[in-house]
């Protein structure tokens, strides 16, 4: 299958399912953390596609530049996620299938990043 779209790479599509995961696991945040960990964790985890349908639509270097912030969107969700565990906001059983989703994500975003790394170098 060839990529039309940014809704065509699997990235964009894991970075989509991880979003909605993240919303509806914070939907049971206390409200005190509308405004800190809930809003800070939905942005990261909104910013990961949004990144990679912005970057799809540049060249391949600046591409590549919003694959890697994208892939520092996930790093700072995966800490976030960890954060909400250890303050008891969310059981480590609740998180563990969206922090296997961000997993995968992580993984399929640096073969992207590889990916375009070896097109910009061989242009």
């Not at 960990?37 to 990261?44: D, H």
């Not at 994208?70 to 008891?88: M, V, Y």
Request: aromatic share 6%.
């Amino acid at each position: 299958m060839s990529i039309r779209s940014f809704r065509d790479l699997e990235a964009w599509q894991l970075g989509i399912e991880f979003a909605v995961r993240v919303y509806r696991l914070t939907k049971s945040f206390p409200r005190e953390e509308l405004y800190g960990l809930t809003s800070q964790l939905r942005r990261s985890a909104v910013a990961i596609p949004s990144h990679l349908s912005e970057g799809h639509q540049q060249g391949t270097k600046a591409y590549l530049h919003y694959v890697v912030i994208a892939i520092g969107s996930l790093a700072e969700a995966d800490t976030q996620l960890e954060i909400s565990n250890r303050l008891c906001l969310v059981q480590r059983e609740e998180i563990a299938p969206v922090v296997e989703l961000a997993t995968k994500l992580r993984r399929v975003l640096h073969g992207l990043r590889g990916a375009l790394a070896r097109r910009t170098a061989n242009p």
